[in-house]
Every structure is written in structure tokens, then in C-alpha cells.
């Protein structure tokens, strides 16, 4: 986290075989970072048109060249890219709101007991 603050990071790449939801992804959608993911397991849950790129499963050199190529030849779309990163994290993965979420419905369960 610390490394992405202090260092500009034009995208994040997962090329894992096997995953589940990435915590190195949500990491990067935290500061606005793109991702560039391989379709598997949990990376189309946090990678998606809004944010990055899903490749094959399996993708050869070229598609990942491809993918780069495509954030250094298109700098209007990597942005929004970008912003959409962002919202995304804040949508969907922010821990402090997450939180706040989670023990709002743990009261209401211990209310709604209370009552029964």
C-alpha cells in the first residue's frame, strides 16, 4: 500500500491460474489503480469493464502485450479506467464502510431476537 502512495502505478496485472478474489487487486482498486486480470475464479468479480481488462483463462504473450499496449496507446481510457477502479473499491470493497455495514445488520439481528 505504501509502495502504490508513493509510486505512480499505470496498471495491475494478475495472471494467476487459479484464484480466488485477490486481496493484491483490491489493494490496487484502492488507490485507482486498472487491473488487467485472467478469467478465473474470483478476478471477474473485481475486474471488470468498468475498471480493466478480463483476459483468457490461458492467454499467450500476445494478448497480454495487447493489454498493455491498450493502456499506453489510449490515455483517455485508461483514466477512466482509473476512476472506475476507484469507485468500484469504494462501492464494493472499503473496510471502514464495510464495517459500519456489517455491525448496523449485526444489531438489527440482536434487536430483532430480543423481540422474538
Keep these: ?7 505512480s502505478v499505470d496498471v495491475f496485472f494478475n495472471v ?3 484464484e480466488g478474489t485477490p486481496v493484491s487487486s483490491m489493494e490496487a ?3 485507482g489503480i486498472p487491473l488487467v486480470a485472467t478469467n478465473v475464479g474470483g478476478n471477474c468479480e473485481i475486474t471488470t469493464d468498468g475498471n480493466g ?7 499467450a504473450p500476445e494478448e497480454i502485450a495487447e493489454a498493455i499496449f491498450k493502456f499506453v496507446d489510449a490515455p483517455e481510457w485508461a483514466l477512466s479506467k482509473r476512476k472506475g477502479s476507484r469507485a468500484l473499491w469504494r462501492e464494493k470493497y472499503n473496510a471502514d464502510e464495510n464495517f459500519r455495514v456489517f455491525i448496523r445488520r449485526l444489531k438489527t439481528i ?3 431476537g430480543k423481540t422474538l
Excluded: F, G, T
Aim: aromatic share 8%; proline share 9%; hydrophobic share 30%.
Design 16 to 18: 494467476s491460474v487459479s
Design 1 to 7: 500500500m505504501d509502495y502504490y502512495r508513493s509510486n
Design 53 to 59: 481488462l478480463l483476459l483468457s483463462p490461458n492467454p
Design 29 to 31: 482498486i484502492s488507490c
Design 110 to 112: 440482536r434487536k430483532a
